[in-house]
Structures are given as C-alpha cells and as structure tokens.
C-alpha cells in the first residue's frame, strides 16, 4: 500500500492545552509533550513548532480510513 504524505499546516491547543497538529488532508492529530512516553519539547514553542509546518509526514488516519475501506471491499468479494 502506498503511504500518502500529508504536509502540517498548523497547529492549535485542544480545551485541555494539549497541542494538535492540523494536517493538510484536514485530519488533526495529538502531538502532545508527555515525557517519558512523548518527548516533544518542540512542540511547546512557537519557534519549534513553526520549524515543522510544512513538514511532510504519512497521515495514520487517512492510512486507516483507507484500510477499512480496502477491507471492506475484499470482505464484499470474499463473502458475498
Ligand atoms: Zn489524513
């Protein structure tokens, strides 16, 4: 399966102040600093923050929105 590569746009703190990367595809995810199972200090400056927009990286839930769809497919050919 090919890996689509999304670009982060921006990012914004969730109601709890954790901080949320906003993807291009439109999908957001957690990039929280939680040591030591997330370390992220960038994460809490806008300097470092701002050195990962644009950055490209493989979206896990358009990666999981498309393996639920191919699923779905296969289970329609294997089944029905
Ligand atoms: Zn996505």
Redesign the pocket.
């Known amino acids: 399966m090919q890996a689509e590569m999304?670009a982060i746009v921006g990012f914004h703190q969730d109601e709890v102040g954790d901080w949320v990367a906003d993807?291009s595809?439109?999908?957001r995810q957690h990039m929280r600093h939680n040591p030591p199972l997330t370390d992220r200090p960038w994460v809490l400056t806008e300097t470092g923050r701002g050195e990962f927009i644009g950055r490209l990286l493989v979206?896990k839930?358009?990666q999981d929105e498309r393996e639920a769809n191919t699923n779905m497919t296969t289970d329609s050919i294997d089944y029905a």
Do not use: K, P, T, W
Request: with cysteine.
């Open positions: 999304v993807f595809c439109g999908h979206c839930q358009c």
